[in-house]
């Protein structure tokens, strides 16, 4: 495979330097000849380590059988849904939901005044602005009785 991808890269070049000066459409189809074969070649590889990778799991898994069995261990169960870690990519974060960000938004909204129940959020409003009209009041009344 190595000496097949090497002899593909170093032979077209010399090829070139040589200057066989042959037509480049026979030159092009060899090359995009040569690069299907290579991909076909990795392709192939790339099955052959899978596959090996498979039986190799599977005589381990054998084995763990054994083992478990010998002195009577049950097998763990594997948990489907961990619990979710954050990660420390931000660009590989869950993404949230129209309901997840609605209710961040109706949070962000709320403010010291609006804290809690919507009633009581509106009287304690309520009441500061009264508490600052009438302070403005008393201090317009002042200003015009001075006057």
Same mark, same amino acid.
């Given at each position: 495979?190595?000496?097949?991808?090497?002899?593909?890269?170093?032979?077209?070049?010399?090829?070139?330097?040589?200057?066989?000066?042959? &037509?480049?459409? $026979?030159? %092009?189809? +060899? #090359? /995009?000849?040569? =690069?299907?074969?290579? @991909? !076909?070649?990795?392709?192939?590889?790339?099955?052959?380590?899978?596959?090996?990778?498979?039986?190799?799991?599977?005589?381990?898994?054998?084995?763990?059988?054994?083992?478990? &069995?010998?002195? $009577?261990? %049950?097998? +763990? #169960? /594997?948990?489907? =849904?961990?619990?979710? @870690? !954050?990660?420390?990519?931000?660009?590989?974060?869950?993404?949230?939901?129209?309901?997840?960000?609605?209710?961040?938004?109706?949070?962000?909204?709320?403010?010291?005044?609006?804290?809690?129940?919507?009633?009581?959020?509106?009287?304690?409003?309520?009441?500061?602005?009264?508490?600052?009209?009438?302070?403005?009041?008393?201090?317009?009344?002042?200003?015009?009785?001075?006057?």
């Amino acid at each position: 495979m190595a000496a097949f991808v090497a002899k593909q890269m170093v032979g077209n070049k010399l090829n070139a330097v040589k200057g066989d000066g042959g &037509d480049d459409e $026979n030159d %092009k189809e +060899k #090359e /995009e000849e040569a =690069e299907r074969e290579r @991909q !076909e070649a990795i392709r192939e590889a790339e099955e052959r380590r899978k596959e090996k990778h498979r039986k190799m799991e599977e005589e381990r898994e054998k084995m763990r059988q054994e083992i478990r &069995d010998k002195y $009577n261990i %049950k097998k +763990k #169960e /594997e948990i489907v =849904e961990q619990a979710p @870690q !954050e990660e420390p990519n931000p660009l590989m974060r869950k993404k949230k939901t129209p309901e997840e960000l609605a209710a961040e938004a109706e949070q962000e909204d709320l403010d010291d005044f609006t804290n809690g129940e919507p009633s009581t959020g509106n009287r304690k409003l309520k009441n500061s602005i009264e508490t600052q009209v009438n302070e403005i009041k008393t201090q317009i009344e002042g200003k015009c009785s001075l006057q």
